[in-house]
C-alpha cells in the first residue's frame, strides 16, 4: 500500500521547554509502525521555536492519527498540527 | 530556479493508476532527478556492462533515497518547466489522511488527476476529484493513464474520459476546465513528448499543458484570516497569538478582532521567524501581540481579521459534502466532530437537503431521509460551539472541513453559505 510522510508542527508550552529533551520524549513515544525521519525547528515569533518532526506511517487505516495522539500526550507538548504530506 | 513562479501541484487518483510513476516520470524527464541517482545508474550499468532501462532504475532508486530521509523534505518533490517551479506531492490513499489535505499549510494551486485506462473510475478517483473541488482548485489535468496497457487504443481513451467527465459533473466540476490526455508514464508516452503511439490524439502533452496552467494568485486582496493554533503569555511581552495566515496581510496598527470569542484590538507588533516584520501575508506562520487582549480572552480555533471585516459565525451553514464512509446511515440529528482550520467543533446535521445524483450532477431527491457512503449531499449544519467559517466562493481557504467520528475521516465538506449569528 506503500508509505506517506507527514510533516508535523509541535509547538512547545513555552519558551523555556529544552527542545534536545522535547525531541527525545517524542522519539520515544513514537507508536508503533510509524518513524521519524528527521526533525526541523522552525522560529515562529518571540523566542518561541517549533518543532518539525517528518513521520513516516503505512498508507493504510489510520492515517497519522496515532501519532498525533501520541505526540498529544508527551510532556511540554501544547499542540499539534499537520504541515504537509505526501507519499512516498 | 525560483525566480518562476511557483505551484503547488497534487498528483491525485487511485493508488494503484501510477501516480508514483507519474511522478517519477515528470522528474526524470524535466532533469530533476539528483545527479547522483543518474551516475549511479551509468556506474552500475557501466559495471554489469549492460544498459537497461534508465527510468525504472531511477524509480526504484528514487523511492529508496527518499524512505532514507537522504532528501531533505521528503514529502514534496520538485521540478521545473519552462513557465512554472512545481512543488509536487503524491496523495496518500487511504481516507484516514484527508484530513491532513483539507487542514494542512500546503495547499494545491492545481492537480494531475490520474487514471488508468485499463480499470476506470475507481472510489478513490471519486473521493480525490471532490476533495480537489473542495480544495479549492479549480483546473484539472486528467492524465488518462497506462495506455501502453489498452495497445493505445482510441475507444479505451474515450471510455475513460466520458467516465471521468460523468464524475466532475457529480461535483460540479466544470469539465471545460479540464484538460485530458492518454499519457504512460512507464512508457513516457505524452509526457514530454508527443507519442507516435497515440496519432490520434492532437492535443498538449503533459508537461504543455502543466506550462499552460494559470499563474496562482497569493490570495493577498481577501480580508486578513488567520486562525489561531496557540495561545502564549510571554513575558516582558504579554499575550501572543500564534498561527499561520491564510489570506489577506497583518501589519503593526491594524485593528482587529478574533472570532468567536468577539474581542479586538490594535496590533502592537508581528514576528515571523522571530524578527519583527512590517507586514505578513498568506502563509507566513506568525506571533504577534494586541493591545489590551489577555491570554484567557482568545482560544484556539479562533480566526483573527479586521476589525471592519470581521470572521463570520455560524448560527447554521449549509455545505455540500461528500461521505467517505459510514458504518450504517447519517440522518438529520447526526452530530459528529468538524475539523476546519484550528478549530474542531462538534456540529449537528440539522438537515438533509439534497442528495445529488451521480450520473447527471442534478438533484436527486429532496429532503432524503438520509445519506451513506458514497453519496454527495447538501446539507444545513448547526455548530453546537461557535464556530468561525467561511462561504468556500469567498474565501476557499476558510471554507472546507473534515468530519470525523469513531476515530474515522466520515466525510469532508465545503461550505456554501453561511447563516451569521
Known amino acids: 500500500?506503500?508509505?506517506?510522510?507527514?510533516?508535523?508542527?509541535?509547538?512547545?508550552?513555552?519558551?523555556?521547554?529544552?527542545?534536545?529533551?522535547?525531541?527525545?520524549r517524542l522519539e520515544g513515544s513514537l507508536p508503533e509502525g510509524a518513524k521519524i525521519q528527521g526533525f526541523e525547528r522552525d522560529d515562529v515569533a518571540f523566542g518561541l521555536v517549533a518543532l518539525l518532526p517528518t513521520v513516516v506511517v503505512p498508507d493504510d487505516a489510520g492515517g497519522s492519527e496515532a501519532v498525533e495522539e501520541a505526540f498529544g500526550g508527551v510532556e511540554?507538548?501544547?499542540?499539534?498540527?499537520?504541515?504537509?504530506?505526501g507519499r512516498l | 530556479?525560483?525566480?518562476?513562479?511557483?505551484?503547488?501541484?497534487?498528483?491525485?487518483?487511485?493508488?494503484?493508476?501510477?501516480?508514483?510513476?507519474?511522478?517519477?516520470?515528470?522528474?526524470?524527464?524535466?532533469?530533476?532527478v539528483p545527479e547522483h541517482v543518474i551516475e549511479q545508474y551509468r556506474e552500475e550499468a557501466e559495471e554489469k556492462g549492460k544498459g537497461g532501462f534508465e527510468f525504472a532504475y531511477v524509480m526504484d532508486n528514487l523511492a529508496e533515497e527518499r524512505e532514507r530521509g537522504v532528501t531533505i523534505d521528503i514529502a514534496h518533490q520538485e521540478f521545473d518547466t519552462d513557465e512554472f517551479y512545481f512543488t509536487i506531492v503524491d496523495c496518500p490513499g487511504h481516507r484516514d489522511f484527508v484530513k491532513n489535505m483539507i487542514t494542512g499549510a500546503s495547499q494545491a494551486d492545481n492537480a494531475v488527476l490520474v487514471v488508468a485506462a485499463d480499470d476506470g473510475v475507481q472510489p478513490q478517483t471519486q473521493e480525490h476529484v471532490f476533495?480537489?473541488?473542495?480544495?479549492?482548485?479549480?483546473?484539472?489535468?486528467?492524465?488518462?493513464?497506462?495506455?501502453?496497457?489498452?495497445?493505445?487504443?482510441?475507444?479505451?481513451?474515450?471510455q475513460t474520459v466520458e467516465e471521468v467527465k460523468e464524475l466532475l459533473q457529480q461535483v460540479?466540476?466544470?469539465?471545460?476546465?479540464?484538460?485530458?490526455i492518454p499519457t504512460s508514464a512507464f512508457e513516457g508516452d505524452n509526457v514530454s513528448e508527443t507519442s507516435e503511439n497515440t496519432s490520434w490524439y492532437d492535443g498538449e502533452t503533459l508537461l504543455e499543458a502543466l506550462n499552460s496552467l494559470p499563474e496562482p494568485q497569493p490570495p493577498t486582496d481577501a480580508p486578513l484570516r488567520l486562525p489561531i493554533q496557540d495561545v502564549y503569555t510571554i513575558s516582558g511581552i504579554g499575550t501572543v497569538p500564534v498561527g499561520r495566515i491564510e489570506t489577506g496581510t497583518m501589519s503593526p496598527g491594524d485593528d482587529v478582532s478574533f472570532q468567536p470569542s468577539d474581542v479586538g484590538g490594535e496590533v502592537k507588533t508581528v514576528e515571523m521567524h522571530h524578527e519583527e516584520v512590517p507586514q505578513a501575508g498568506p502563509g507566513d506562520n506568525v506571533g504577534f501581540n494586541v493591545r489590551g487582549i489577555g491570554k484567557d480572552d482568545i482560544r484556539r480555533?479562533?480566526?483573527?481579521?479586521?476589525?471592519?471585516?470581521?470572521?463570520?459565525?455560524?448560527?447554521?451553514?449549509?455545505?455540500?459534502?461528500?461521505?467517505?464512509?459510514?458504518?450504517?446511515?447519517?440522518?438529520?440529528?447526526?452530530?459528529?466532530?468538524?475539523?476546519?482550520?484550528?478549530?474542531?467543533?462538534?456540529?449537528?446535521?440539522?438537515?438533509?437537503?439534497?442528495?445529488?445524483d451521480p450520473s447527471s450532477g442534478d438533484v436527486a431527491e429532496e429532503d432524503p431521509d438520509f445519506i451513506q457512503s458514497g453519496d454527495a449531499a447538501v446539507v444545513t449544519v448547526r455548530p453546537q460551539k461557535p464556530l468561525s467559517i467561511e462561504p468556500?466562493?469567498?474565501?476557499?481557504?476558510?471554507?472546507?472541513?473534515?468530519v470525523r467520528d469513531m476515530g474515522q475521516t466520515i466525510a469532508a465538506g465545503k461550505v456554501l453559505s453561511v447563516d451569521e449569528r
Do not use: W
Not at chain 2, 470572521?311 to 449549509?318: G, I, R
Not at chain 2, 468556500?392 to 473534515?402: D, K, Q, R, V
Open chain 1, 1 to 24: 500500500m506503500g508509505k506517506v510522510a507527514v510533516k508535523l508542527k509541535i509547538m512547545p508550552e513555552d519558551p523555556e521547554v529544552d527542545l534536545d529533551a522535547l525531541q527525545e
Open chain 2, 301 to 356: 480555533g479562533d480566526v483573527c481579521g479586521p476589525a471592519d471585516d470581521a470572521p463570520s459565525v455560524a448560527e447554521t451553514f449549509q455545505a455540500q459534502v461528500v461521505v467517505m464512509q459510514h458504518p450504517s446511515v447519517i440522518t438529520a440529528g447526526y452530530t459528529p466532530v468538524f475539523h476546519a482550520h484550528t478549530a474542531q467543533v462538534a456540529c449537528t446535521i440539522e438537515s438533509i437537503d439534497k442528495k445529488i
Open chain 2, 172 to 180: 460540479r466540476f466544470d469539465t471545460d476546465n479540464a484538460s485530458f
Open chain 2, 131 to 158: 476533495l480537489a473541488r473542495t480544495l479549492g482548485i479549480d483546473e484539472l489535468i486528467v492524465a488518462v493513464n497506462k495506455m501502453d496497457l489498452v495497445d493505445y487504443e482510441e475507444s479505451r481513451y474515450d
Open chain 1, 76 to 85: 511540554g507538548v501544547e499542540s499539534i498540527a499537520v504541515e504537509s504530506q
Open chain 2, 392 to 402: 468556500s466562493s469567498e474565501i476557499p481557504e476558510l471554507g472546507s472541513f473534515a
Open chain 2, 1 to 32: 530556479m525560483s525566480d518562476k513562479p511557483h505551484q503547488n501541484l497534487a498528483v491525485i487518483g487511485h493508488v494503484d493508476h501510477g501516480k508514483s510513476t507519474m511522478v517519477g516520470r515528470l522528474l526524470f524527464e524535466t532533469g530533476s
